[in-house]
Nanobody, 121 residues
């Protein structure tokens, strides 16, 4: 099973940028489609973006399309989420997880501890 550690969150003003990282352990990372999810206070966890195991296919939630970019480096067992033009509604704890497929963002396995992103207006 892949173990995951998210990092890179922080406090940023609206319009700013952050880059999240998801470091994975385990031999199966490079064979797994992966995804980013987020959970805002009082809301359910929601899909943000997914990427295929080779990185050739990516999918985004409508709310982040054009602002966020998901990528991965299988040699480093790491996935990234570049977040630009951040808005207060992007404030949430961000999690990464293995998913069934890039086109099927249902998570598999466990979650990391998450990383807090706070966007001030």
């Amino acid at each position: 099973q892949v173990q995951l550690v998210e990092s890179g969150g922080g406090l940023v003003q609206a319009g700013g940028s952050l880059r999240l990282s998801c470091a994975a352990s385990g031999r199966t990372f490079s064979l797994s489609a992966m995804g980013w999810f987020r959970q805002a206070p009082g809301k359910e966890r929601e899909f943000v973006a997914t990427i295929s195991w080779k990185g050739g296919s990516t999918y985004y939630a409508d709310s982040v399309k054009g602002r966020f970019t998901i990528s991965r480096d299988n040699a480093k067992n790491t996935m990234y989420l570049q977040m630009n033009s951040l808005q207060p509604e992007d404030t949430a704890v961000y999690y990464c997880a293995a998913v069934i497929a890039a086109s099927d963002p249902r998570p598999m396995g466990g979650w990391g501890q998450g990383t807090q992103v706070t966007v001030s207006s």
